[in-house]
């Protein structure tokens, strides 16, 4: 994989007229995961979002290199195709092949359910899918917001092993979780700390 | 890459396809043209004079109708996200999106014209002027759709609001292009071409701004 760092210096993030956070400093290197924790409300999203460039922060730098893949609650699959059809036009773009395609939701245990349209699947099934396109777009950097949601027991442990087996190979992930979650070696973000 | 981003939108937007109901707009658009001899009268000479703009007007009103599918989805399935990640560019994709839309109306919308023209009773002259007003103006119509679909796609109640604002910005449009019908030379339809350049290369700039916006807020 090849070589990524993330880093943030002094970010600040305001929502409306509220600041949420101020004075974030945040490094990681290829093979480093990041646990975001910290209440409902508190800017975990906000954060993510800002280091996926999708935000402003109202002061402070990201910086990056490297892609970026999001996970996020919002799937990006159509829900009128195909599964497998909805997970190829991300493939395409991105320029993985079919079989990789097809690998990743082997990967994800979504190998019977190709031909379902996704507006079909369940909630646990679709977040499986959505980590299936996560997993098929080889960006070396991984933000990951509340990724366990809706996920069974089976399903948890499978993302638990999919973020480890990314940092394993070089890969940075930053999870942002209000539940605990396996992570190899996490650094700790105490978004609390950082209340103005 | 334009490529399949084009095929993904033409699979949502066309006719018969699974985001469906593109085929709605023109269905309306002829019982426009069906509905307005029962109101005026069987008068020939009546509807041959007043077919053409009534033609416009259909047109115009049909290309309210798939607004609320074309940006809204997207938005809220995180598409335009994920192809930011990508670095695709919101203008891009609407650029794209605009093609596809007006692939999706503007052609059948055309064919459509052909069996409004025999119930309003139009001559082959006029028919012709229609057929090419329309093929001068549908590209400005799209432009204007896409447009007011990404302004509107992260509001409440923004299919309703979306009509409204489509018809004064479609005005000029309306102006020249069926003004055309009542003047011997085309410089109507020169005029509504000109007006939809114009809005066909402002239209991703607008609507990529609004996207960002909506992501803003």
Redesign the interface.
């Known amino acids: 994989m090849q070589a990524c760092h993330l880093s943030a210096s002094n970010l600040a993030c305001r929502r409306g007229d509220r600041l949420l956070f101020r004075g974030l400093d945040l490094a990681l290197q290829g093979g480093e995961a990041c646990h975001v924790a910290g209440p409902n409300g508190i800017g975990k999203t906000s954060l993510l979002r800002i280091l996926?460039?999708?935000?402003?922060p109202f002061a402070g730098e990201v910086g990056r290199a490297g892609?970026?893949?999001?996970l996020?609650e919002?799937?990006?699959?159509?829900?009128?195709?195909p599964l497998a059809a909805a997970l190829a036009?991300?493939a395409?773009?991105?320029g993985v092949g079919p079989h990789d395609c097809k690998a990743c939701a082997d990967l994800v245990g979504l190998t019977e359910l190709l031909d379902v349209p996704v507006r079909f699947l369940s909630t646990g099934q679709r977040k499986r899918a959505a980590l299936a396109r996560m997993q098929s777009q080889q960006a070396p950097i991984w933000l990951l917001d509340e990724p366990l949601n809706g996920l069974d027991t089976a399903g948890i442990a499978l993302a638990e092993c999919m973020v480890a087996d990314h940092c394993a190979v070089g890969g940075i992930a930053v999870v942002a979780s209000h539940q605990p979650m396996a992570l190899p070696a996490p650094k700790t973000l105490e978004l609390e700390a950082f209340i103005p | 890459?334009i490529g399949?981003l084009l095929l993904?939108d033409l699979?949502?937007l066309l006719p018969g396809s699974?985001?469906?109901g593109s085929i709605l707009p023109l269905l309306f658009f002829l019982a426009v043209a069906m509905l307005y001899p029962f109101a005026v009268g069987p008068d020939a000479q009546l509807l041959a004079r007043t077919g053409g703009g009534v033609i416009w007007v259909a047109a115009l009103l049909a290309a309210i109708l798939p607004l609320d599918r074309l940006v809204a989805p997207d938005l809220?399935?995180?598409?335009f996200?994920?192809?930011?990640?990508?670095g695709?560019s919101e203008e891009l994709v609407l650029a794209v999106r605009m093609a596809a839309h007006w692939l999706s109306f503007a052609p059948l919308l055309l064919l459509a014209a052909l069996p409004a023209a025999a119930l309003l009773s139009l001559d082959g002259q006029t028919l012709g002027k229609v057929l090419l007003g329309l093929l001068a103006g549908t590209p400005g119509l799209a432009a204007i759709g896409v447009m007011i679909a990404a302004l509107t796609a992260g509001l409440r109640g923004g299919a309703a609001l979306s009509g409204l604002l489509l018809i004064p910005l479609a005005v000029p449009i309306l102006i020249f292009g069926a003004g055309s019908l009542s003047r011997p030379d085309g410089d109507g339809i020169a005029l509504a071409a000109a007006i939809s350049l114009v809005l066909v290369a402002m239209a991703p700039f607008a609507g990529g701004a609004a996207i960002r916006a909506a992501?803003?807020g």
């Not at chain 1, 996926?52 to 402003?56: D, E, N, P, S, T």
């Not at chain 1, 892609?67 to 999001?70: D, G, K, P």
């Not at chain 2, 809220?76 to 598409?79: M, R, T, Y």
């Open positions: 996926a460039g999708l935000l402003r892609t970026l893949a999001l996020d919002k799937p990006a699959l159509d829900p009128q195709v036009f991300w395409d773009l991105d | 890459m399949r993904r699979a949502l699974r985001r469906g809220e399935l995180g598409v996200d994920q192809l930011a990640l990508r695709i992501r803003e």
